[in-house]
Each structure stands twice: as structure tokens, then as C-alpha cells.
């Protein structure tokens, strides 16, 4: 007899047939020995019933993993910030746009939806089990939104919910007044934005550090590969580091304490 699948044994089986498909771009399959998508995504807890949603995803680098993994059994929702001018031919010509539109078959039940990035909601309160967002919280801190994005986490999430951060990682002991245009930020802010949010951190991952990366090159985090933008300048010499070194916490947002009048009656039992 064969012995039943474990739900983690099930997952992972569906994350490789997932990264291996024929749908994800070469490019970005070449970038996965520096992203570890599996090793993240299970860290995280992501399976493949959930409702995922996952925050500016850009270009769709992890909406070629999540949309497909989760499409047939959950629902994977990409949260973008709403254009200033509300141009909805610019909306609908976005690269988002255009990746679920060409292949119905891996994302046909993909959705994406807008916020305010001052006034951010991403759907109903309680009703994602787990919110993802990947290098984009330098990007809040410099615009000074961070606190509102993960309350906004915070409430679309229910109880037990999971919010899962990567981001660039600055240096030990670095003061986020001396990163903040850098790319990098300290790891202990990030935890407080989303301690202060509500959230507990349960756990940190070492997945995505790079002991290589110094933490200290001329354009920040963008000297590095992918985006390499001093061109040829010591080209060799970023690529020989790879991609940044990088954070990867994972915090849940706590059960619902019980009502006050169940907890009398609980207790007068």
C-alpha cells in the first residue's frame, strides 16, 4: 500500500511541477537560484486552497508561481496601487494585465484589484488567509505609507492569518536614517511596523540572506543584479555577489480574543 500524502509533501509536489512550468519566462526561472520560491513559499505556509493575496507584484515575477499554484483550489489575488491619473487604457495595457490575459488556462482565476496606497484596502476584513509582499517595503518607508499598508494587512487578513515579508536587508546595526534611500532597511523596523500593525512575528527565515552582499555600493540595492545600473562599471564583480541580501519574516496575525460574555461563561463552569 502506498502511504498516504501529507499535506507538505502535497504542496511542495505542486510548487516543482508549478516551477517548472513551460508558462514562466526564462529570465525568471534563471533568477530562482537567488529568490528560492519554494524554499519562501513553504516557509510561509502557502498551500494551494488559500486565498493569497500578494502586494504590488509588479511585473508578475511571483504571479507566475502563486496564480498558477493557486488557481484551480484557491484564489490568488494581486494587489496593485491605483494610477494617479485613473487612465484605465494604462490599467488595462499594464504587464499584469497583459500575463493573465495571454493564458487563461494558469490564470484565468486570477484577479487584481487597486488601493490607495494612503488609504490602502485590499477586500473585506478576515477574508485572506495569507498576504505576501516581495522588496517593496523600502518603497512604503520612503513614502511614508508603511504603517498604513500592513494595518491594511492587518485587516484583510483573519485570525491566524499569515503576512509574509521579504525585503532587502540592511547591514547590522545600520539606523534607518542612514539606509533609508539605500534599498535596505534594518530588520527591527520592519518588525515593528508590523508588531505595531497588531501582528506577532513568528519566525525569520535565512533563505534569502546573501553573505556576500556588503550592504554598502554605490546606488544601493540597485548596483546589484537584477537592475546592475552602473551598466559595465564592475560589472563582474556585482554579479560575482548576486542579488541582495534579504530578510524573510513571517508574522500571523493573532486569534480573536473571546468575547467577554463567553469568557464568564467559561469560566463559571
Given at each position: 500500500m502506498v502511504p498516504p500524502t501529507s499535506a507538505s509533501?502535497?504542496?511542495?509536489?505542486?510548487l516543482d511541477q508549478v516551477l517548472a512550468g513551460s508558462w514562466r519566462s526564462p529570465a525568471n526561472q534563471a533568477r530562482d537560484v537567488y529568490r528560492h520560491p519554494k524554499a519562501t513559499l513553504q516557509f510561509?505556509?502557502?498551500?494551494?486552497?488559500?486565498t493569497v493575496i500578494e502586494i504590488t507584484p509588479g511585473g508578475g515575477w511571483y504571479s507566475e508561481i502563486l496564480a498558477p499554484l493557486l488557481n484551480?483550489?484557491?484564489h490568488y489575488i494581486a494587489a496593485v496601487a491605483a494610477p494617479r491619473d485613473g487612465a484605465e487604457a494604462r490599467r488595462d495595457d499594464s504587464a499584469l494585465h497583459r500575463l493573465f490575459a495571454a493564458d487563461p488556462a494558469h490564470y484565468g482565476n486570477a484577479k487584481i484589484v487597486e488601493f490607495n496606497p494612503r488609504a490602502p484596502v485590499f477586500g473585506p476584513p478576515g477574508s485572506a488567509d495569507t498576504v505576501?509582499?516581495?522588496?517593496?517595503a523600502h518603497n512604503w518607508v520612503q513614502a511614508g505609507t508603511a504603517p498604513a499598508m500592513f494595518q491594511a494587512f492587518f485587516q484583510v487578513l483573519r485570525p491566524g492569518g499569515v503576512l509574509g515579508v521579504?525585503?532587502?536587508r540592511a547591514a547590522p546595526g545600520a539606523t534607518l536614517e542612514a539606509v533609508k534611500g539605500s534599498g535596505y532597511l534594518p530588520a527591527d523596523y520592519v518588525v515593528k511596523l508590523a508588531v505595531d500593525a497588531g501582528f506577532v512575528l513568528h519566525g525569520s527565515s535565512e533563505v534569502n540572506a546573501n553573505p556576500l552582499d556588503t550592504h554598502d555600493h554605490p546606488k544601493g540595492v540597485w548596483t546589484l543584479p537584477p537592475t546592475l545600473t552602473l551598466g559595465e562599471q564592475d560589472r563582474a564583480r556585482y554579479q560575482a555577489i548576486g542579488e541582495s541580501d534579504r530578510m524573510t519574516l513571517r508574522f500571523v496575525k493573532p486569534a480573536a480574543p473571546a468575547s467577554a460574555a463567553t469568557a464568564a461563561a467559561t469560566s463559571a463552569r
Open positions: 509533501d502535497f504542496t511542495a509536489t505542486q510561509f505556509g502557502v498551500q494551494p486552497d488559500q484551480d483550489n484557491g505576501l509582499t516581495f522588496r517593496n521579504v525585503d532587502h
